[in-house]
């Protein structure tokens, strides 16, 4: 698994479900996903590298990217290059309301939510759960406002045939931990 370099800011410490597991998964994802697509390899991996270096802030997708223009200039990076990377990071999130206008932020968008879905995704989202206090009713609500959806948010072809094994498990899960709720036998 590619592991984030040391120079990399590290996502929100305390916060299992957005750990550096996280960012190494969406990371191994996205290139996957660039090198089937073609994308632009290096602007993808930068950007998922850095997607969520600013998890603990509001709108972080948006913050993010701010954070990483102020890192890759001093890190002596082109404008181009690192504006091509701020807007991966604007685009990547769910809830940012940016829409993805590159191939490379499309790939990272649909790393990020790849790696909201399946057995990783149901992993996460308890984990998430846990950490603001959420009841399992909850965060079956999660499951219907956002993560049973993902799959039809997919932007690159490639990310919509790996969105369809993670998706059916998914819907799967829902329905049983639903039947139990329900007491059925």
Request: proline share 3%; net charge negative; hydrophobic share 35%.
């Given at each position: 698994?590619?592991?984030?370099?040391?120079?990399?800011?590290?996502?929100?410490?305390?916060?299992?479900?957005?750990?550096?597991?996280?960012?190494a998964?969406?990371?191994k994802l996205?290139?996957?996903?660039?090198?089937?697509?073609?994308?632009?390899?290096e602007v993808v991996?930068?950007?998922?590298?850095?997607?969520?270096?600013?998890r603990?802030?509001p709108?972080?997708?948006?913050?993010?990217?701010?954070?990483?223009?102020?890192?890759?200039?001093?890190?002596?990076?082109?404008?181009?290059?690192?504006?091509k990377?701020?807007?991966?990071?604007?685009?990547?999130?769910?809830?940012?309301?940016?829409?993805?206008?590159?191939l490379?932020?499309?790939?990272?968008?649909?790393?990020?939510?790849?790696?909201?879905?399946?057995?990783?995704g149901v992993?996460?989202t308890?984990?998430?759960?846990?950490?603001?206090?959420?009841?399992?009713?909850?965060?079956l609500?999660?499951?219907?406002?956002k993560?049973?959806?993902?799959?039809?948010?997919?932007?690159?072809?490639?990310?919509?045939?790996?969105?369809?094994?993670r998706?059916?498990?998914?819907?799967?899960?829902?329905g049983?931990?639903?039947?139990?709720?329900?007491?059925?036998?």
């Amino acid at each position: 698994m590619n592991s984030i370099p040391d120079s990399c800011p590290r996502s929100r410490p305390n916060s299992s479900s957005h750990d550096d597991g996280h960012v190494a998964r969406v990371l191994k994802l996205a290139l996957y996903i660039a090198e089937k697509e073609g994308a632009d390899i290096e602007v993808v991996r930068k950007a998922a590298e850095l997607h969520d270096i600013a998890r603990d802030r509001p709108n972080h997708a948006i913050e993010g990217a701010k954070m990483a223009r102020e890192l890759l200039k001093k890190e002596g990076y082109s404008e181009e290059f690192i504006e091509k990377v701020a807007h991966c990071i604007e685009a990547h999130s769910f809830s940012s309301g940016v829409k993805p206008r590159t191939l490379e932020a499309r790939v990272l968008s649909d790393a990020d939510k790849l790696d909201a879905i399946g057995a990783i995704g149901v992993a996460r989202t308890f984990l998430y759960s846990g950490e603001h206090g959420r009841s399992i009713e909850d965060t079956l609500k999660h499951f219907e406002e956002k993560l049973l959806r993902l799959k039809d948010l997919m932007e690159t072809e490639t990310g919509r045939k790996l969105a369809e094994k993670r998706h059916a498990f998914l819907v799967e899960f829902y329905g049983r931990l639903k039947e139990e709720l329900r007491g059925d036998f």
